[in-house]
């Protein structure tokens, strides 16, 4: 499985952006697809995930209503939208993958695959 994330960049304060994630390698439709991010010298926080099959989403709860997750079952990907970004979302955003199973979602050790991340900078 190849995870290949995409869209990050500067952004001001209060601007949008949209991540992208292609998957590849198998089909997924036992898959539960994810982000997190990471600033340095802190853990991996748990942003949302997205089961392949239906749809269902989660998100952390400082994230909801800020950020949206969706999939697109015939191009194979899973999009972020991040609207009114703060500096405090500055981060490298990871997609990652969970073979099977919809539990546990919030926790990094959960998942079996990794995208490279991208950069998201939010200047004030």
Known sequence: VQLQASGG???QAGGSLRLSCAASGRTFSSFTMGWF???PGREREFVAA???SDGSTVYADS???QFTISRDTAKNTVNL???SLKPEDTAVYYCTGKGYGYYN???ASTYDYWGQGTLVTVSS
């Open 37 to 39: 991010r990471q600033d």
């Open 105 to 107: 979602l919030r926790l």
């Open 50 to 52: 997205i089961r392949w």
């Open 81 to 83: 939208q991040m609207n």
């Open 9 to 11: 960049g500067l952004v």
């Open 63 to 65: 994230l909801k209503g």
